[in-house]
């Protein structure tokens, strides 16, 4: 347990305010990460928080679901963890005012190879957010399908982790690992990091298993798991398509309200670490 003027510290740094820094992590692909991400960021955005993406996957559908074209993307995340830039260097807004984002650009893809032999490879992108402003209330990173050395160093640079799981039959494989991961880089690098809470994606009702998956995955990680539910949507699915959230293509859509529905419930939690208890109080629910 860290001592009384880190414990004072960390409760300052977690006032409301501050810059909490959030990884949004899965390492299977298409569970919905990218879409929680533009989501759950644009529609804190439009309750009047300051938003900060960081697409961090290679792949860069974060980017693209904002419209961003790749000819259109200078300097970005790989600038950020290799040229020594800050953020303010690279981000760029949005279509969405209060929100802006840290593209993904080609060069990504060879950051994985690169990081194997680069000094400091775990801490490239909290060393980048240290010497920036951060002048958000909340940067979520949008995290590769993959618990590669760029997803470490999101874990790294993370104060928590929000993980998508979509409800499927496999929806908790994979589990394991990724709690492994996060013991692993508690240990070593970032005692800090807690799982902020799972969310229950695509969800069908159609579907007679869906109901017990997500029993299933209530069980296994008890009251971490979000209340709301983004149900299966074929809104949510067309947005990006036309270079814009969902919240934005079709407000009215359950995928929509669904999404505003976690930010209200996202923000009620980061307002209990921030102000009810110290946050190492509140982080032991998973993966011990
Ligand atoms: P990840 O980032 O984990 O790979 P995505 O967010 O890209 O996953 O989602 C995978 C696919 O599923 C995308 O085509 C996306 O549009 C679609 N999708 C995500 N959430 C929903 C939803 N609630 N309803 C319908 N389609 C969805
Ligand atoms: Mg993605």
């Known amino acids: 347990m860290p001592h009384r003027a880190e414990k004072t510290l960390k409760e300052i740094e977690n006032l409301p305010g501050a810059c909490r820094v959030i990884a949004v992590v899965n390492q299977k692909g298409g569970v919905g990460k990218t879409t929680t991400t533009v989501n759950l960021a644009t529609a804190m955005a439009a309750v009047g928080k300051r938003v900060l993406i960081v697409d961090a996957d290679p792949q860069g559908n974060a980017s693209t679901g904002f419209g961003i074209p790749r000819a259109d993307r200078g300097a970005g995340c790989y600038e950020l963890m290799f040229d020594g830039l800050s ?15 840290i593209t993904s650009s080609a060069d990504l893809a060879g950051a994985e190879i690169q990081l194997v032999t680069t000094e400091r490879r775990e801490f490239r992108m909290k ?3 240290e010497r920036s402003a951060n002048n958000y209330d909340f940067i979520l990173i949008d995290c590769p399908p993959s618990l590669n050395l760029i997803t470490l160093n999101a874990l790294v640079a993370a104060d928590a982790l929000l993980v998508p799981l979509q409800v499927e039959f496999y929806a908790l494989e994979g589990m394991t690992s990724l709690l492994q ?13 807690e799982v ?52 934005l ?17 996202f923000l009620k939690r980061e307002q209990a670490v921030s102000s009810v208890e110290p946050v190492f109080e509140t982080r032991k629910a998973v993966g011990e």
């Open 87 to 101: 953020v303010e260097d690279v981000a760029v807004p949005t279509i969405i005012p209060q929100m802006s984002i």
């Open 181 to 193: 991961t996060i013991d692993a880089i508690r240990a070593r690098f970032n005692p800090e990091l």
């Open 249 to 265: 293509y079709d407000l009215k859509c359950p995928g929509s309200r669904a999404y505003m529905h976690l930010a209200s419930e």
């Open 196 to 247: 902020q809470g799972v969310v229950l994606t695509m969800y069908d009702k159609r579907n007679s298993l869906s109901d017990a998956v997500a029993r299933d995955v209530r069980a296994y990680f008890g009251d971490r798991v979000y209340e709301t539910v983004i149900p299966r949507n074929v809104r949510v699915s067309e947005a990006p398509s036309h270079g814009k959230p969902v919240l």
């Open 127 to 129: 060393d980048a957010f």
